[in-house]
């Protein structure tokens, strides 16, 4: 019984623990990395930008970049918000998708000034290139939203190591629970070990008592009290029905001894007779 419910308690805990890491993965490493690919999109977006205001990227290699930037940033976001999120997720998601329409209008200015460009970088009259205001005002604009982001992402670390504590704890029970029954099992046996022990040696006991006592006084009248029906209890039995027995054959050789020397008795008393008779008659004829 303890064995069944053992492994009863055994399924169940990893059935919880198994699904305690499936949340985990499903609903918040994967959405960690949805953030960190949006996250790191826009950094690679502003990244081009200064490429190409610093004349290291050539501007339509900047256009190619940002709008994969860009295509990878609808597709996670809208991944990501399609997820379980709990109310707290929810209210952070409100807030960071208010601020991707004006940053997403001024990345899209910025392609579209890279893009007039072509392959070569163009200056205005003052000297500096056609992007270099960009160049500034997309921190302002992408800062707050890779804030809000850093934010949703610490949201699913701490609700991952919570549930990583849920899962520790489950498999802590558990571990307990183990111990617990497996002493609880050995001390049941232990009991049990020495219960049939006493209801073997006692009975045993007694029928060696019962017969020793036979062997060392010759008492035929003993008679051993065993109160089982089991195997013991029926040796037992058989016992004081041997003995029985032999009391009854001994009191009839008794008897019979009895009876036999009576009769030898009055066979000596008649023979007496017989012959006190003869020495009388003997004396008359003479």
């Known amino acids: ?14 059935t919880l623990i198994n ?4 949340r985990i993965y499903d609903d918040r490493v994967i959405p960690l990395t949805q953030l960190k690919i949006v996250s790191d999109s826009y950094a690679d977006t502003v990244n081009s930008v200064n490429k190409a205001d610093n004349g290291l990227m050539i501007p339509s290699d900047a256009v ?10 609808k597709s996670q976001w809208q991944a990501y918000v399609r997820g379980r999120l709990n109310p707290e997720e929810k209210k952070a998601v409100k807030n960071t998708a208010e601020l991707f ?15 007039s460009m072509g ?18 005002d997309l921190y302002e604009y992408i800062d707050p939203i890779t804030a809000e982001i850093a934010m949703l992402m610490q949201i699913q670390l701490r609700i991952a190591g ?17 111990i ?21 040696n006692g009975p045993l006991n007694i029928l060696h008592t019962g017969i020793s006592t036979v062997e060392k006084d010759k008492d035929l009248t003993v008679e051993v009290s065993i109160a089982h029906r089991d195997e013991i209890g029926r040796v037992a039995s058989s016992f004081n029905n041997m003995l029985s027995e032999f009391s009854g054959i001994m009191k009839d050789v ?5 009876h036999l020397r009576n009769s030898a008795n009055e066979l000596t008393a008649i023979t007496q007779k017989s012959r006190e008779d003869v020495e009388v008659l003997s004396l008359i004829h003479i």
């Not at 064995?3 to 308690?9: K, P």
């Not at 849920?166 to 307990?176: G, K, L, R």
């Not at 617990?180 to 049941?188: G, H, I, M, P």
């Open 180 to 200: 617990v029954a497996a002493l609880v099992s050995l001390v049941s046996m232990g009991l049990s070990g020495l219960m049939v022990s006493r209801s073997i």
């Open 64 to 73: 190619i970049q940002m709008r994969e930037s860009q295509k990878q940033i």
């Open 254 to 258: 008794y008897s019979s001894s009895h």
């Open 1 to 14: 019984m303890v064995i069944v419910l053992l492994v009863g308690v055994s399924l169940w805990a990893f």
């Open 162 to 178: 919570k549930e990583r504590q849920d899962a520790q704890s489950i498999y802590d029970t558990v571990f307990t629970a183990f």
């Open 101 to 115: 329409g004006d940053a997403d209008a001024l990345i899209e200015e910025a392609i579209e000034i890279l893009a």
């Open 19 to 22: 699904q305690g890491v499936g």
């Open 119 to 136: 392959d070569d970088l163009q200056w205005d009259e003052d000297g500096e290139t056609l992007i270099t205001d960009y160049n500034g």
